[in-house]
């Protein structure tokens, strides 16, 4: 902006637009020296008498500072003149840089990504961070006095949690309380070093309440009418089961009319219908218990809408478990298969595979060896599509549930970040969610600059603004699940 030159320096001096300029007093402020210029940031928009800490005098008069900082630095602001260090021979070249003092002190996207916006206003925003926590001292004494018992309390219930974590791992329910503790810990935490809501926490903070909101209002519903819920619950189930009945008893024909293997097909059939059996068993065991406790067991729908999502995940799962079953054995064994093929087709190219150097190396095999492994490779090659035909239908099974269960975990990242409060914030215009820096010459005689903040679009809002503790929900992608679906990797 200003050019070096062996007989002059480069000074630039950041003024608040919100600055006292028609009082008389002394600025706080500081000052850094860089390779290239230097530069006095005024981190205060009131004018005091106090000269301690202070970095200059602004008045309509000159003021021969005697009270000079520990520097040596001084600057003085008269009649729209800026002198540096008492010096007012103009043997240095002067930007002043008007900035938005409040957009800069109260923007949350700034202090956190200060890197991008350049040196200058780096270290400004972190004076204008640091001042701001250093006025709020006394609340943050009141606000650690009353939240720190209760983070006690939270990090005891975090170890408790870690504790059960071996034995409930697969629990939805679980594992989404797990997360909503982790939650309400970062939460208070924040409170108390910012000790204001933040976009982050406030975000947090309505979309919770929102949360519970809606889950009492279920919770209500669901204890109205829980003889019809049971009711459609056992209905469902027993529908499941005899739908699954039925598509063995398919199977176990001449489905879309293929010559299957009949006495491995009829065994595999069997060996499904025993699982269903015992399942079934099972949960017609477990229908008096539900109906007894159906009130304790929806009682976490009280802690939200999202809890209520996990319950339903992990209905779903208890309810096709024995889907999954089937599922498993049906991999397992095409697994094997499809192993067992290409480990004998290696044989009939003269090869083998080395686990020691993890390779395939040549090998020379004898006759009786040959026998052998075409005599193996014959008898999986011609039980490979009764196999493969379970497996299929149920993979078709698995990924469905997978794709229902990843819907309810979506809506339920959507339930922890639903970003209402940033978008009240956004509509507002409100300084905390500005993040572009707009630089403007507003007088290229007397070298001044104005910089302002402005908001930032709603979706980069929504996106910079997620909880910390909210994990993204990452799935796998549909290269990895068709290479998976392939070779019978488990889902």
Same mark, same amino acid.
């Given at each position: 902006?200003?050019?070096?030159?062996?007989?002059?320096?480069?000074?630039?001096?950041?003024?608040? %637009?919100?600055?006292?300029?028609?009082?008389?007093?002394? $600025?706080?402020?500081?000052?850094?020296?860089? @390779?290239?210029?230097?530069?006095?940031?005024?981190?205060?928009?009131?004018? *005091?008498?106090?000269?301690?800490?202070?970095?200059?005098?602004?008045?309509?008069?000159?003021?021969?500072?005697?009270?000079?900082?520990?520097?040596?630095?001084?600057?003085?602001?008269?009649?729209?003149?800026?002198?540096?260090?008492?010096?007012?021979?103009?043997?240095?070249?002067?930007? *002043?840089?008007?900035?938005?003092?409040?957009?800069?002190? @109260?923007?949350?996207?700034?202090?956190?990504?200060?890197?991008?916006?350049?040196? @200058?206003?780096?270290?400004?925003?972190?004076?204008?961070?640091?001042?701001?926590?250093?006025?709020?001292?006394?609340?943050?004494?009141?606000?650690?006095?009353?939240?720190?018992?209760?983070?006690?309390?939270?990090?005891?219930?975090?170890?408790?949690?870690?504790?059960?974590?071996?034995?409930?791992?697969?629990?939805?329910?679980?594992?989404?309380?797990?997360?909503? =503790?982790?939650?309400?810990?970062?939460?208070?935490?924040?409170?108390?070093?910012?000790?204001?809501?933040?976009?982050?926490?406030?975000?947090?903070?309505?979309?919770?309440? /929102?949360?519970?909101?809606?889950?009492?209002?279920?919770?209500?519903?669901?204890?109205? %009418?829980?003889?019809?819920?049971?009711?459609?619950?056992?209905?469902?189930?027993?529908?499941?089961?005899?739908?699954?009945?039925?598509?063995?008893?398919?199977?176990?024909?001449?489905?879309?009319?293929?010559?299957?293997?009949?006495?491995?097909?009829?065994?595999?059939?069997?060996?499904?219908?025993? @699982?269903?059996?015992?399942?079934?068993?099972?949960?017609?065991?477990?229908?008096?218990?539900?109906?007894?406790?159906?009130?304790?067991?929806?009682?976490?729908?009280?802690?939200?809408?999202?809890?209520?999502?996990?319950?339903?995940?992990? /209905?779903? *799962?208890?309810?096709?478990?024995?889907?999954?079953?089937?599922?498993?054995?049906?991999?397992?064994?095409?697994?094997?298969?499809?192993?067992?093929?290409?480990?004998?087709?290696?044989?009939?190219?003269?090869?083998?595979?080395?686990?020691?150097?993890?390779?395939?190396?040549?090998?020379?095999?004898?006759?009786?060896?040959?026998?052998?492994?075409?005599?193996?490779?014959?008898?999986?090659?011609?039980?490979?599509?009764?196999?493969?035909?379970?497996?299929?239908?149920?993979?078709?099974?698995?990924?469905? $549930?997978?794709?229902?269960?990843?819907?309810?975990?979506?809506?339920?990242?959507?339930?922890?970040?639903?970003?209402?409060?940033?978008?009240?914030?956004?509509?507002?215009?409100?300084?905390?969610?500005?993040?572009?820096?707009?630089?403007?010459?507003?007088?290229?005689?007397?070298?001044?600059?104005?910089?302002?903040?402005?908001?930032?679009?709603?979706?980069?809002?929504?996106?910079?603004?997620?909880?910390?503790?909210?994990?993204?929900?990452?799935?796998?992608?549909?290269?990895?699940?068709?290479?998976?679906?392939? =070779?019978?990797?488990?889902?």
């Amino acid at each position: 902006m200003i050019m070096n030159t062996s007989t002059s320096r480069n000074v630039l001096v950041f003024l608040p %637009n919100t600055l006292e300029k028609n009082k008389s007093g002394y $600025i706080k402020g500081c000052h850094k020296k860089f @390779h290239d210029c230097e530069a006095y940031y005024i981190t205060e928009e009131i004018v *005091s008498n106090n000269y301690s800490q202070c970095i200059g005098y602004i008045g309509k008069t000159y003021k021969n500072s005697k009270h000079k900082t520990a520097c040596n630095l001084f600057i003085n602001i008269f009649s729209n003149e800026i002198c540096i260090n008492n010096d007012c021979e103009r043997n240095y070249s002067v930007v *002043s840089v008007v900035y938005d003092y409040k957009g800069f002190k @109260h923007s949350d996207v700034v202090p956190r990504e200060c890197d991008n916006y350049g040196k @200058h206003f780096k270290f400004l925003a972190e004076e204008l961070r640091n001042s701001l926590n250093g006025s709020t001292n006394g609340r943050k004494s009141l606000t650690a006095t009353v939240l720190v018992p209760v983070i006690f309390i939270v990090d005891i219930m975090l170890k408790v949690i870690q504790v059960l974590k071996p034995l409930l791992l697969y629990s939805a329910t679980f594992l989404h309380f797990e997360e909503n =503790t982790v939650n309400l810990k970062w939460f208070l935490l924040d409170l108390i070093q910012k000790k204001h809501l933040s976009p982050k926490t406030g975000n947090i903070l309505v979309a919770k309440i /929102i949360d519970l909101t809606i889950g009492i209002v279920l919770l209500n519903w669901c204890l109205k %009418n829980e003889n019809d819920i049971l009711n459609y619950i056992q209905t469902g189930i027993e529908d499941i089961i005899t739908g699954l009945k039925g598509l063995l008893l398919y199977l176990m024909g001449s489905p879309i009319g293929l010559k299957l293997n009949h006495s491995f097909n009829n065994n595999l059939g069997k060996f499904f219908f025993y @699982h269903i059996s015992l399942w079934r068993v099972f949960l017609q065991g477990t229908q008096p218990l539900l109906r007894a406790y159906f009130r304790y067991l929806v009682l976490p729908g009280a802690l939200g809408f999202s809890f209520q999502i996990a319950m339903g995940s992990d /209905i779903i *799962s208890i309810a096709t478990f024995h889907v999954y079953c089937i599922y498993v054995y049906a991999a397992r064994l095409f697994s094997l298969q499809i192993s067992g093929l290409m480990s004998l087709w290696r044989l009939f190219i003269g090869r083998k595979f080395n686990p020691l150097r993890q390779r395939v190396d040549s090998c020379k095999y004898t006759p009786d060896q040959l026998f052998i492994g075409t005599l193996g490779f014959t008898i999986l090659l011609f039980l490979l599509p009764t196999t493969a035909l379970y497996y299929a239908v149920f993979t078709t099974f698995r990924l469905v $549930i997978l794709l229902v269960n990843g819907l309810l975990l979506r809506l339920r990242f959507f339930l922890n970040t639903l970003p209402f409060y940033v978008m009240v914030l956004w509509v507002f215009n409100s300084s905390s969610v500005a993040g572009t820096v707009h630089i403007e010459w507003k007088n290229c005689e007397e070298s001044k600059v104005e910089a302002k903040l402005k908001t930032l679009p709603l979706s980069t809002n929504v996106r910079k603004f997620i909880p910390d503790p909210v994990r993204r929900v990452e799935g796998k992608s549909f290269k990895c699940i068709f290479r998976n679906v392939l =070779t019978g990797v488990l889902l």
